[in-house]
Each structure stands twice: as C-alpha cells, then as structure tokens.
C-alpha cells in the first residue's frame, strides 16, 4: 500500500534514505553515492543533486551541538585541553557521518516532492 503523497512522507522516505517517490527501493548505491534508478519503481535519480545543501546543515547543526557540549563540559568540570580534544574531535566526525546520508536523503526527496530541477535561462532572460 502507498502512502498519500505528501511532504512529510518524502520526508520520512528521505530520511529512512529509500526511493522518493514508491518508499521501497534503496537511494543510494554507496554512502554517498545515488542510484542510477530505483530498484523498485525505476524513478530515474539521474538529474537528483543535493550540491553542497546536506553537508552545510550538517556542519550547522554538529557544530551547535558541538559547542553547546563544550561549554557545557568546560562549565561543569574545567578539564584540561587534551580531553576536550580527545573528545570533541571524534564526536564531531562521527556525528557527521552519522547525519550526512540521511540529510542527503532528505534533501533529494524535498526536491522530487516539490519537482525542482536545474534553472534554465531562455533568450534575453539573463543579464
């Protein structure tokens, strides 16, 4: 059964990194890498870019967490300079790569619901 198509459900697919539009087939063929084609539906992922979108709300979103935990931490128990790189540092990359294929996820399937492609200028449109 399919669900209504709606933002939240491309969202959801998004984010669960499956096809955009049937919710079954897989997104991607490598971490980053897309699918040539749904497994599933054969949705062509061709023209699906996310540029630099996901990794810019990831090195947002990381880095508030990041340094909200800093000082959090430096507030409540002052520990010496090599802890918080020992801890900070991992962290932060691994809650990047955690979050990087899903918010790439996200991003495509936003950009199927809402059928965005690549602008094109027509004859006298640009200057």
Not at 76 to 83: I, N
């Amino acid at each position: 059964m399919h669900e209504k198509n709606t933002i939240r459900t491309a969202m959801k697919r998004g984010l669960r990194c499956c096809c955009p539009h049937c919710g079954q087939g897989r997104l991607f063929q490598a971490y980053l890498k897309i699918s040539d084609k749904c497994s599933v539906c054969d949705q062509d992922f061709s023209k699906a870019d996310s540029a630099d979108g996901p990794a810019f709300f990831i090195m947002f979103v990381v880095g508030f967490i990041i340094v909200i935990g800093v000082f959090i931490v430096e507030r409540s128990y002052a520990p010496p300079l090599w802890v918080h790189a020992v801890l900070w540092g991992p962290l932060t990359f691994g809650l990047s790569f955690l979050l990087l294929q899903p918010f790439k996820g996200l991003w495509i399937a936003v950009q199927f619901y809402h059928r965005a492609e690549e602008a094109r200028f027509s004859d006298g449109d640009h200057s």
